[in-house]
Antibody
Framework: QVQLVQSGAEVKKPGSSVKVSCKAS????????FNWVRQAPGQGLEWMGR????????NYAQKFQGRVTITADESTTTAYMELSSLTSEDTAVYYC??????????????WGQGTLVTVSS | QSALTQPASVSGSPGQSITISCTGT?????????VSWYQQHPGKAPQFILY???KRPSGVSHRFSGSKSGNTASLTISGLRAEDEADYFC??????????FGTGTKVTVL
């Protein structure tokens, strides 16, 4: 059973960056696909991008191109999402979620518990 | 990539059936049978309830079913129960190898 455990809540200043981690256990890390999805307060889900560690090249939503960096460390089975140039509109809960694209399983399961990122001066 | 369109809210009485639509384009919903649905209770992470349009993972009630016609996918909840009150989101794979979520629907059990 795959489990995803994310890093804790963050409070950041506008213009700064945040890096959120997602530790995976119980699966085949290198062949899984790790996605990042955010949810602003009271809003819907927004897909940001994903990485398949065995390939290493991330895929980003156009909206976040140039501002998000998704990486994966196979030695620690941990995926990361770094978002730069933060504004108050980036205040949200950030989730990591696994899909198994290489196994033709294009759905998200499981999800991490979520990380609240608050951007405030 | 614009979000898929869902009704903001749907309500029904216990035991009734409700249907939530999810409308996209020929670049997402209409191009693949790769639509999944997620249920989210307040303060919790989403949980997937359907995949590949109409397949249920083990452990998900048979009361949840899905379908698709053209650019619109649908989720039907039969025999509505109090515990079904939650937010529901659809999601589709796209022709640019990305994913797009729906706008979300709040289901209220009257």
């Amino acid at each position: 059973q795959v489990q995803l455990v994310q890093s804790g809540a963050e409070v950041k200043k506008p213009g700064s960056s945040v890096k959120v981690s997602c530790k995976a256990s119980g699966g085949t890390f290198s062949r899984d696909s790790f996605n990042w999805v955010r949810q602003a307060p009271g809003q819907g889900l927004e897909w940001m991008g994903r990485i398949i560690p065995i390939f290493g090249t991330p895929n980003y939503a156009q909206k976040f191109q140039g501002r998000v960096t998704i990486t994966a460390d196979e030695s620690t089975t941990t995926a990361y999402m770094e978002l730069s140039s933060l504004t108050s509109e980036d205040t949200a809960v950030y989730y990591c979620a696994r899909d198994q694209k290489l196994e033709l399983k294009n759905w998200f399961d499981p999800w991490g518990q979520g990380t609240l990122v608050t951007v405030s001066s | 990539q614009s979000a898929l369109t869902q009704p903001a809210s749907v309500s029904g009485s216990p035991g009734q059936s409700i249907t939530i639509s999810c409308t996209g384009t020929s670049s997402d919903v209409g191009n693949y049978n790769l639509v999944s649905w997620y249920q989210q209770h307040p303060g919790k992470a989403p949980q997937f309830i359907l995949y590949d349009v109409n397949k249920r993972p083990s452990g998900v009630s048979h009361r949840f079913s899905g379908s698709k016609s053209g650019n619109t996918a649908s989720l039907t909840i039969s025999g509505l129960r109090a515990e079904d009150e939650a937010d529901y989101f659809c999601c589709s794979y796209t022709t640019t190898s990305t994913y797009v979520f729906g706008t979300g629907t709040k289901v209220t059990v009257l």
